[in-house]
């Protein structure tokens, strides 16, 4: 990560997988990824009644040009996981014939055909299986494990899965933050959360969210929109218990299907505020939404980035994705932060450059 000067606060950690990120971090997207609904392939069998404990293997699978002998793989089941697996470990994939796939714990094993996992019993449900490594944007090296329901302890930055029901299945959104964990760090009107990222949008459907988790008095959380009157610029709610506020529409474009917009969001608890930065810039009609009204707000569902439910997942790629919570208001240089974040450069060193 570069930038001209330390940003105070501790806000913005190093990218580096040895570092600890900042106490503030409850999700961190490293360097430059994108994260979208077609970039990363999966497999969904039509039910586990297809793992085979006999022979140890899954079929059921549709042909895969990525799911080739010694590739990482993860699993996930919609319902009870088949007996001898875990959706907590890496697994490779062995040499597949026709729809039939074997795991193994070692690369070593799976191209060779030997060690095979001995899987004892089919489980219930449906089961994915899905590369357990997301490259960054540059296809350099493998950045960023995802898997569990919250994060990978083996993995720097411990934002979401990728999923809307279960991990590696992009049904719905690009990523999500665990509600759990949004819990545990922001409580209303003591915390402040913020979020930051980049985004640039494949389809712009007019009145649309692609970031947040409240839709209303019962589901709390903020939500992103394209505006419905005019699909270049965004809405912000907040929806608390007992109603939602709601912005006008951003003063500045923030939605494009040809230019990335760095977008950051603001729920300053003690002073009771919701605020919107794009490019750097505090937004005009969003700078400082009133949120006196809001004596709770206690998020109740995952954080979503691409849409708050499936329909709405039409952004085309998030990046650079930030999120904090702590005890206290926005420090009183939070423009001149935002300001920095929109222009900084992240950058992983591939093999080559080490």
Not at 23 to 38: D, F
Not at 303 to 318: P, T
Request: net charge neutral.
């Amino acid at each position: 990560m570069k930038l001209t000067e330390r940003m105070s606060n501790s806000l913005l950690s190093s990218g580096s997988p040895a570092s600890t990120p900042s106490p503030k971090y409850i999700g961190y997207w490293p360097m430059s990824m994108w994260l979208t609904p077609t970039t990363y392939a999966f497999l969904t069998q039509v039910s586990t009644s297809a793992v085979d404990a006999t022979n140890n293997w899954i079929t059921g699978f549709a042909s895969s040009t990525w799911a080739v002998a010694g590739t990482p793989i993860k699993v996930r089941s919609s319902g009870t996981i088949p007996g001898g697996l875990s959706n907590s470990v890496m697994y490779y994939a062995g040499k597949p014939t026709a729809d039939r796939l074997t795991l193994h714990l070692t690369k070593t094993d799976a191209l060779a055909g030997n060690g095979v996992v001995d899987i004892t019993r089919q489980g219930s449900g449906n089961l994915t299986v899905y590369p357990a490594y997301i490259k960054d944007y540059s296809g350099q090296g493998n950045d960023l494990l995802y898997g569990q329901s919250t994060f990978d302890t083996v993995a720097f930055g411990s934002f979401p899965y990728m999923s809307s029901s279960s991990s590696g299945s992009f049904d719905a959104v690009a990523g999500r933050l665990d509600y759990t964990t949004l819990r545990r760090r922001f409580v209303w009107p003591a915390d402040t959360f913020l979020c930051f990222f980049r985004v640039r949008f494949g389809t712009l459907v007019a009145g649309r969210s692609f970031f947040g988790n409240g839709t209303s008095g019962l589901t709390h959380g903020p939500r992103l929109h394209v505006a419905s009157s005019d699909a270049s610029r965004l809405r912000l709610q907040v929806a608390h218990a007992g109603s939602v506020v709601t912005s006008i529409n951003s003063a500045a474009e923030a939605c494009s299907t040809n230019t990335e917009h760095h977008i950051a969001l603001a729920l300053d608890g003690p002073n009771a505020t919701a605020a919107i930065w794009i490019d750097g810039d505090r937004d005009f009609n969003i700078g400082a939404l009133n949120l006196s009204a809001v004596a709770a707000m206690n998020f109740t569902t995952d954080l979503r980035f691409g849409g708050a439910a499936a329909n709405n997942a039409h952004a085309a790629g998030f990046r650079d994705c930030h999120a904090f919570a702590w005890t206290g208001s926005l420090p009183g240089n939070i423009d001149d932060l935002i300001a920095r974040a929109a222009v900084s450069n992240y950058h992983r060193f591939s093999r080559g450059e080490v």
